[in-house]
């Protein structure tokens, strides 16, 4: 089953080498100032087609896959820098600057909101604005989970373990690992069709090594690159917008609180649908990052 692509005639795709070993798939389409959308778990660039195609008649959309997921390279995890934050985000400014861009707009959506964040930060010059989706910084994730509601978070504590046995239990039933967060993280199961949710599968079963070793480092290294940040005063310096669920509730942490205690020009909402924002409500979406970029 060939999963839908990016629908706009403009479209096209790229193979970028951004690493001695390491090659990116990359989605590119429409014209005008750049701006960048990177993926969650457990998808690929597949999941901003909708918002890509709108945005398209005002920017050049690039929608790569990050390192590790869908049709990018996935070196073996040799040292924990291979998955950390701070390599991931050096991949995706390298991949605008081999583009032909030196500043952009940054969007990230859930693992690839951490990559975007740590981009934001270590290269303010590059990143112009910033947009992150239902997630919190890793550092500020870690300290909000707690007591029974951390089961809410299994999979984090799942990956953070030492390679072998996670990698294994996850292969052993892949689809229904997979499936579960599919599932469990949409409120409208149609936002996500038959074949998307094929090729999302698909692609996970073929690179848990790498999303095993993504989630390890976030449980590591991330969190001590983003402790000396905070013990730095490092702050974003563009102008922010995150958008959301209300877990805040459920999990006892002030979502918009711990956010601005990283960027002053921050605009923070809380949104209704699920998890898969982009997927589910791309009228949204497409309307918050116009509005971002206007700023």
């Known amino acids: 089953m060939t999963p839908p692509t990016i629908p706009d005639s403009t479209s096209t795709e790229h193979r970028v080498r951004v690493d001695d070993d390491v ?73 605008a600057a081999a583009l032909g861009h030196d500043s952009f707009t940054l969007a990230g959506h859930d693992r690839g909101a951490l990559v975007a964040f740590r981009a934001a930060l270590d290269h303010p010059t590059a990143v112009r604005r910033a947009l992150f989706l ?13 007591g029974t509601s951390a089961a809410l978070a299994f999979h984090l504590y799942l990956m953070a373990q030492p390679p072998g046995l996670p990698e294994q239990m996850i292969q052993a039933c892949a689809d229904a690992f997979f499936a579960h967060f599919l599932d469990a993280w949409t409120n409208d199961p149609a936002a996500i069709p038959a074949e998307v949710r094929a090729h999302y599968l698909a692609a996970c079963a073929a690179a848990v090594p790498s999303i095993v070793a993504d989630y390890r480092a ?39 609180g711990l956010w601005s205690a990283w960027a002053g020009d921050l605009r923070h909402r809380t949104v209704s649908c699920g998890h898969f924002m982009a997927e589910e409500d791309p009228q949204l979406i497409t309307d918050e990052i116009r509005a971002l970029t206007a700023r």
């Open 134 to 146: 239902d997630v919190l910084p890793t550092l500020d994730m870690w300290e909000a989970l707690h």
């Open 23 to 95: 090659t990116l798939n990359v989605r590119v389409t429409g014209t005008g100032s750049p701006l960048m959308l990177l993926h969650g778990f457990p998808q690929t660039h597949l999941m901003w087609r909708h918002v890509a195609a709108d945005l398209a008649a005002d920017h050049t959309v690039i929608c790569p896959d990050l390192r590790g997921y869908g049709a990018s390279d996935k070196p073996a995890e040799s040292g924990p820098d291979v998955y950390s934050k701070r390599t991931m985000a050096r991949d995706v400014v390298r991949l």
């Open 218 to 256: 976030s449980a590591g290294v991330d969190v001590d690159h983003d402790r000396a940040d905070r013990q730095a005063g490092r702050r974003l310096a563009m102008p922010v917008t995150v958008l959301q669920q209300d877990w805040g509730a459920a999990l006892g942490y002030d979502a918009q």
